[in-house]
Nanobody
Framework: QLQLTESGGGLVQPGGSLRLSCAVS????????LGWFRQAPGKDREGVSC????????YYGDSVKGRFTISRDNAQNTVYLQMNSLKPEDTFVYYC?????????????????????????RGQGTQVTVSS
């Protein structure tokens, strides 16, 4: 059973940094497309970033490009989201999500699926609050 566990959220001042971690169990990282999306009460769900574990291809939402970096450590079965230059509008609950590779789908389409939170596999979320 694929399970995802996020950690690393917290309170940070504007301009600060946080690194979120997503520990994966029950599945080898090499077999997954993984991503992050974020959501807050009263706000639309927003795709943040995605990574294809096999080849390292990455995608980013427009609002985080140049500030956030997604990476993976296949040996640790963990995906990271390094968030720099944080802004108050980055305040959300951040969710890690994953899908096993499918031969019938492109990586890009799987990333859209994962970062839209449409799959069956996601973590419990970790709160990020950016405030002075």
């Amino acid at each position: 059973q694929l399970q995802l566990t996020e950690s690393g959220g917290g309170l940070v001042q504007p301009g600060g940094s946080l690194r979120l971690s997503c520990a994966v169990s029950g599945f080898a990282l090499d077999d997954l497309v993984l991503g992050w999306f974020r959501q807050a009460p009263g706000k639309d769900r927003e795709g943040v970033s995605c990574i294809s574990s096999k080849d390292g291809i990455t995608y980013y939402g427009d609002s985080v490009k140049g500030r956030f970096t997604i990476s993976r450590d296949n040996a640790q079965n963990t995906v990271y989201l390094q968030m720099n230059s944080l802004k108050p509008e980055d305040t959300f609950v951040y969710y890690c999500a994953a899908e096993p590779y499918s031969v019938s789908k492109t990586v890009q389409s799987m990333c859209v699926f994962v970062t839209a939170g449409m799959g069956d596999y996601r973590g419990q979320g970790t709160q990020v609050t950016v405030s002075s």
